[in-house]
T-cell receptor, first 116, second 112 residues
Framework: ETGVTQSPTHLIKTRGQQVTLRCSSQ?????VSWYQQALGQGPQFIFQ???????GRGNFPPRFSGLQFPNYSSELNVNALELDDSALYLC???????????????FGSGTQLSVL | GDSVTQMEGPVTLSEEAFLTINCTYT??????LFWYVQYPGEGLQLLLK?????DKGSNKGFEATYRKETTSFHLEKGSVQVSDSAVYFC???????????FGTGTRLQVFP
């Protein structure tokens, strides 16, 4: 149990729709990262939020966007869904951006998104 | 760019067998290296890490040594258990970035 919770656990959408995924960070963590894990692949970094601001982004188009709230919970929004967006979406929380102190990430169990 | 390559699975072993899962990396500079484990229906859990050359990470009987000369971080365990069945991911993180770069994962299946 990592203390990071994601909702919903499963979601089915159709192409062109929009989706919002949610993540509640572990208590005391001010940094959240989102990853996309396609079937049979390793997770790919989407972006990171630190104290409500985007703090790094991977190779994902602008239709992938996020928010972090004052309580450090987070949302991932994807517009104009495409079939290739079908994947497991993982969020991970850490303290003080994780990277600079090599603090380990705490991952949630993910949201499985299917785009039909 | 930076990348991580790990052996394809599945790796199928009998209980108490010796395990090796190979992992190599390419990176500019000296990244930190990690092994994560994903049990069915769960998120990723950090198994072990090493932050500089010749460091050995270890946890729950698993270990891996950061080898700069071969750019490798192979995962080993002397005697696997059925409960070790999971998908194992090797990952790297550069000094000046917060993102992890993952390999494609290796599924381990251990039979009694």
């Amino acid at each position: 149990e990592t203390g990071v919770t994601q909702s919903p656990t499963h979601l089915i959408k159709t192409r062109g729709q929009q989706v919002t995924l949610r993540c509640s960070s572990q208590s005391g963590h001010n940094t959240v990262s989102w990853y996309q894990q396609a079937l049979g692949q390793g997770p790919q970094f989407i972006f990171q939020y630190y104290r409500e601001e985007e703090n790094g982004r991977g190779n994902f188009p602008p239709r992938f966007s996020g928010l972090q709230f004052p309580n450090y919970s987070s949302e991932l929004n994807v517009n104009a869904l495409e079939l290739d967006d079908s994947a497991l979406y993982l969020c991970a929380s850490s303290s003080d951006r994780g990277g600079l102190s090599n603090e380990k990430l705490f991952f949630g169990s993910g949201t499985q998104l299917s785009v039909l | 760019g930076d990348s991580v390559t790990q052996m394809e699975g599945p790796v199928t072993l009998s209980e108490e067998a010796f395990l090796t899962i190979n992992c190599t990396y390419t990176a500019t500079g000296y990244p930190s290296l990690f092994w994560y484990v994903q049990y069915p229906g769960e998120g990723l859990q950090l198994l072990l890490k090493a932050t500089k050359a010749d460091d050995k990470g270890s946890n729950k009987g698993f270990e891996a040594t950061y080898r700069k000369e071969t750019t490798s971080f192979h995962l080993e365990k002397g005697s696997v258990q059925v409960s070790d069945s999971a998908v194992y991911f090797c990952a790297s993180k550069g000094r000046n970035t917060d993102k992890l770069i993952f390999g494609t994962g290796t599924r381990l299946q251990v039979f009694p």
